[in-house]
């Protein structure tokens, strides 16, 4: 075996890095600084003080979107709660939703005492499969959650045309998707309702919060109301109607979004373009395979630049061991889920306490190929705030995949 040069040795085993420069996330300045520190010399920290600043972010939001409505809450995976408890989900009801996503998209079904049914997904998106959807459904379904994964747009005319023929409500879960564009249309506003998160990895973020968007005033009017320990517009601060919580977004977070917000166009921007040329770059090389584009989607804002990996192109090292490589080089990426969320202990032990699961309910045999695939040795993520660098920063996250696979063959 010929033993490489010094100045070409991989950066996990010594040799300089391929990618020397860092990408900061979140990205703020004096003007997030100001507005916080307004707020704390304000006094005002909480609701109901100061709940006009919660108001401005949620009719930003929604305007954005393109929405009549928004209601703003701790997280996305309460967003995603509160937005099915409001399409009048029923214990035991079944809710489809995809395997090869962050388990909230599932747990919260479990939540809501509703029933998670996997469908596979599509092998060229990684999204919810339109053809595997219908054989899924039985008398039970009652909500479809399409989860824009990565924030590439989910095939909605066709979820939503099987939605119509089955009488099902559809929630999109968009905790990647702020920004990303379906046919024109903002995601996560063309369901009966819309979930995202404001987690500290998102592309839209105050660290932890979440949102629904819908144009249905019946849903917007329940998700406030559990949002707010079930008080309802017009009634007393005492009085409590629906079984909800005290769910409430701050008013530091609610600044600090509306500020992030006039940021996001401009990012996402960049990051569809970054994406699209590092399509270009890693298709030309051997045992790599980017998603395509073009399935509907008129802007990706790449959540997540995810890749399809082959081993076989790179002398049969492992993605775990490749993405550890390519981590050293100074590449900002990640192996993704390590299971389907229907191998989790939670569903495979059946751990689900109190909530009212039928019995019947087994997730011993599911078996979603193509899941599986993307978790086992397929799918790669470089993560978004990589996106926000320049053109040569994409053609070094190439050069760095060449170099593994030049050094691995050698
Ligand atoms: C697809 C998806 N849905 C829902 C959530 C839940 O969001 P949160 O962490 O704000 O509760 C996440 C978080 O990572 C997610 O990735």
């Not at 089955?166 to 506003?189: C, F, N, P, Q, T």
């Not at 998160?197 to 249905?216: A, H, M, P, R, Y």
Request: charge should be negative.
């Amino acid at each position: 075996m010929t033993q490489a040069p010094a100045s070409d040795q991989l950066a996990l085993h010594g040799g300089p890095k391929t990618v020397t420069r860092t990408f900061p996330w979140p990205i703020y300045d004096e003007t997030e600084v100001e507005a916080v520190a307004e707020i704390i010399r304000g006094g005002k920290w909480g609701n109901p003080d100061c709940s006009d600043l919660v108001e401005v972010f949620e009719q930003e939001f929604a305007a954005y979107c393109g929405t009549k409505y928004a209601v703003s809450c701790v997280n996305g995976s309460v967003s995603l709660r509160l937005a099915l408890m409001a399409c009048g989900v029923r214990p035991g009801d079944e809710v489809i939703v995809p395997p090869y996503t962050f388990i909230a998209t599932a747990s919260t079904v479990i939540e809501a005492n509703c029933v998670p049914v996997f469908v596979d997904i599509d092998p060229d998106t990684y999204n919810l499969d339109p053809r595997a959807i219908e054989a899924a459904i039985t008398e039970r379904t009652r909500v479809i959650i399409p989860v824009h994964f990565a924030g590439q747009a989910c095939d909605m005319d066709a979820i939503l045309a099987i939605a119509r023929r089955h009488k099902l409500r559809v929630i999109e879960d968009a905790a990647h998707a702020h920004g990303a564009e379906y046919r024109g249309r903002k995601l996560g506003s063309i369901g009966d309702a819309g979930s995202f998160s404001f987690q500290s990895s998102k592309n839209l973020t105050s660290g932890e919060g979440g949102i629904v968007v819908t144009n249905d005033e019946a849903i917007y009017q329940l998700v406030r109301s559990l949002r707010n320990v079930g008080r309802v517009e017009g009634g007393q601060w005492y009085d409590h109607y629906n079984p909800g919580c005290n769910y409430r977004l701050t008013p530091v977070q609610a600044v600090l979004l509306s500020h992030q917000l006039r940021r996001l166009d401009g990012q996402t921007r960049l990051r569809d373009e970054n994406g699209q040329y590092l399509n270009e770059l890693l298709s030309r090389i051997d045992g790599i395979r980017p998603m395509p584009r073009g399935l509907g989607e008129t802007r990706h804002c790449y959540h997540l630049y995810l890749f399809r990996y082959d081993p076989a192109a790179f002398g049969g090292l492992s993605k775990v061991d490749f993405v550890e490589r390519l981590a050293a080089e100074g590449v900002p990426c990640f192996r993704g889920y390590p299971h389907p969320l229907y191998k989790q202990p939670l569903f495979q032990n059946r751990n689900f306490m109190c909530y009212a699961i039928p019995e019947t309910v087994d997730y011993t045999n599911v078996c979603c190929p193509v899941a599986e695939r993307a978790c086992g040795e397929e799918g790669v993520w470089i993560l978004q705030h990589a996106l926000l660098g320049t053109r040569a920063d994409m053609e070094a996250f190439a050069a760095a995949i060449e170099k593994i696979q030049r050094l691995v063959r050698v």
